[in-house]
């Protein structure tokens, strides 16, 4: 195996199972993760490479229980085992903790320095189905790290004189007889470019409303503009970093409209083939690794390719597919243009794009902050900041205890793929680690980590087996934690109304998403379907009063491509009722960071709508022609709601 090189001079091998193992080193089949990650013999570039290994083939062994962790387990002439009652327990003795470790089905991982591969490793298989082993040239979708590349191409219009960097968004975004606006006026009247793509622009996130099950796009690219404009301010303003995709689609909407060009295109044209990335782009292929996710028992769920792309909603933000030799290079070539500052680089305005611009409060602290598209951290310090890792360990490891050195880092997230990348200026350095399955952790962060430590030569580098361990063990206890708390809470002796009382289409303020609240005979009670989809519907209990909860189980949302991180507050709805005690509306706490935001109830057939905040649905009900289908709905008619 590629770990081959690193342990000859330690006599420590990693042999596939099935494979014969050298007697000699039978002593090795004793030892797993941590504890051979923490021999003191060995250098820091092999602990992280054997913590990398760990992460990805020591769960890989829990699949095959009869086979030790290193050698083949030999076996009588009868077909009994001969192992000794000591190699015997090996791999049941580690069955518990190897499950902890199910992380993604591949993932390449490549250090590069002035121009030179340092490490090139391939973990896994970017087809699970056929086995097709993962390279260095797999390609995979990067998620956010599409929006370095973004900022990137705004820089390009700020050199060209399109508008600058402190650019009001408002001046550059010219639409409609009102213009350009954010529901909080304020804001209208302070949100620059830069505000944009640092994220402290302080307002909703509001992923629910636009990633569904299954992958599938729940709103339009033409909905990117007004769905910007009402989202509401939870953060104060331009105080510190609430990463959010919605900057970035509005900043793919901004190149679009002063370049002329879409967004794809002109990131074609002005970043990618500069580069020579010629085999990147922002569209899904055949030759790209299959995104899974990781259920509870550590098999693999197949999931749907994303439908995030070129043209679609959120493709400035994570749309682009690549390699880790295609974007080692791009890197690499950036900071040697940034060590240069030539005249006519390939990465317009680097140093603005990855200044410090906006502070994390937490985790990191003071010595890192967010730039355009890139955190820059100053070592020693905690890394992982726009991942999930942080809230699944109780503290983050620091990282480069006894190094004085910036870096810079991001981590990207879809449902199937996680990954990362780290760029280390004072050597010209890059890490890149991408990964094809929606893991009980983010593997990727994890493994960069670990080899970042090990390309700085830490003398005392952390035990990333075991923070992935506590994270993923933490994974797995969150949706029957939420159950547990929601029980507790839960008020005994009430009753709901008759059912059909809460049917109805809930609309949200602006009317490009609704919730439909129907009886389903199937499910024996009230069923929600988001955009009224078929492939959007979940099962709606009675939880008290006139609250329910469509809490499912972890297998249930990663194997439907839903992000497993949100609070239990996500998975309640609360129905409202109005002076004559009828159902009006519905409160969904979608966002962690906000209030609960009111959803109105508009029947079908019907001219009534009591609720004050409403508007109409517009009559295209969100959804651009651009958009991917969504399948059979039942729509009010236009008629009907001009009426009102």
């Given at each position: 195996t590629g770990v081959l090189d690193f342990y000859k001079s330690y006599q420590a091998y990693i042999v596939e199972p099935g494979e014969k193992f050298p007697r000699e080193w039978s002593a090795w089949s004793r030892y797993a993760g941590n504890e051979v990650y923490n021999k003191p013999h060995l250098d820091t570039r092999s602990r992280a490479l054997f913590a990398c290994y760990s992460i990805h083939k020591l769960q890989h062994s829990s699949s095959h229980t009869h086979t030790p962790l290193c050698g083949a387990e030999k076996k009588k002439k009868d077909g009994s085992s001969a192992n000794t009652e000591e190699t015997k327990k090996t791999p049941r003795h580690h069955h518990r903790d190897l499950q902890y470790f199910r992380q993604p089905p591949a993932f390449p991982t490549e250090s590069f320095t002035k121009n030179q591969v340092l490490q090139t490793e391939n973990f896994g298989f970017a087809d699970i189905e056929v086995r097709i082993p993962t390279t260095s040239e797999t390609r995979y979708a990067i998620g956010s790290l599409t929006k370095a590349f973004t900022a990137a191409a705004v820089g390009r219009l700020v050199?060209?004189?399109k508008f600058t960097w402190d650019s009001l968004v408002r001046g550059v975004m010219v639409t409609g007889e009102e213009g350009f606006h954010f529901s909080d006026r304020g804001l209208t009247q302070k949100?620059?470019?830069v505000d944009v793509l640092s994220h402290r622009m302080g307002i909703q996130r509001s992923?629910?409303?636009?990633?569904?099950?299954?992958?599938?796009?729940?709103?339009?690219?033409?909905?990117?503009i007004p769905h910007v404009q009402y989202l509401s301010a939870v953060q104060r303003y331009n105080t510190t970093m609430d990463c959010n995709n919605w900057g970035y689609a509005l900043a793919g909407a901004l190149v679009e409209r002063q370049s002329g060009e879409g967004w794809g295109s002109y990131i074609q044209?002005?970043?990618?083939?500069?580069?020579q990335m010629?085999?990147?782009?922002c569209k899904t292929g055949p030759e790209d690794a299959r995104p899974y996710a990781c259920l509870d028992d550590c098999t693999f769920h197949k999931l749907p390719p994303p439908s995030v792309q070129d043209g679609s909603i959120m493709d400035a933000s994570q749309s682009i597919r690549s390699s880790c030799r295609a974007l080692l290079k791009a890197y690499t070539d950036e900071q040697e243009t940034g060590q240069t500052g030539s005249a006519d680089s390939r990465l317009k305005q680097l140093s603005r794009i990855m200044s410090d611009i906006t502070p994390f409060v937490k985790p990191c602290g003071p010595r890192s902050s967010y730039g355009m598209g890139w955190v820059q951290a100053q070592l020693p310090t905690i890394l992982g900041a726009v991942g999930c890792n942080p809230g699944f360990v109780k503290r983050m490891p620091t990282i480069g205890k006894e190094k004085d050195l910036r870096i810079f880092y991001h981590q990207g997230s879809m449902a199937g793929y996680t990954t990362s990348t780290f760029l280390i200026p004072s050597t010209q350095s890059a890490i890149v680690?991408?990964?094809?399955?929606?893991?009980?952790n983010d593997a990727a962060d994890w493994v960069g980590q670990a080899i970042l430590e090990a390309l700085l030569d830490v003398k005392e580098p952390n035990d990333y087996v075991e923070y992935a361990k506590e994270s993923a063990g933490a994974h797995l206890a969150k949706f029957p934690a939420m159950r547990k708390s929601l029980k507790a809470q839960k008020i005994p002796g009430t009753e709901s109304k008759q059912l059909n009382a809460y049917e109805g289409k809930y609309y949200n303020a602006i009317g490009n998403f609704y919730i439909d609240i129907a009886t389903s005979q199937q499910l024996g009670g009230l069923q929600l379907s988001f955009q009224g989809l078929a492939s959007q519907a979940w099962r709606l209990g009675h939880y008290h009063h006139d609250h329910f909860l469509w809490l499912m189980s972890r297998d249930e949302a990663v194997s439907r491509a839903r992000f497993p991180y949100s609070p239990e507050k996500l998975y309640k709805l609360d129905f409202q009722t109005d002076d004559d005690g009828e159902v009006d509306s519905l409160l969904w706490a979608h966002d962690a960071d906000g209030p609960p935001e009111r959803f109105y109830k508009v029947l079908q057939g019907s001219t009534r709508s009591k609720s004050a905040g409403y508007q109409s649905p517009r009559t295209s009900s969100g959804v651009s022609q651009d958009s991917p289908p969504r399948g059979k709905r039942s729509f009010i008619s236009k008629s009907l709601i001009d009426s009102k």
């Open positions: 050199v060209d004189g949100v620059s470019v992923n629910q409303l636009w990633h569904g099950n299954d992958k599938v796009a729940l709103l339009g690219k033409a909905d990117v044209e002005h970043r990618l083939l500069p580069l010629n085999s990147t782009d680690v991408l990964t094809n399955s929606l893991s009980l």
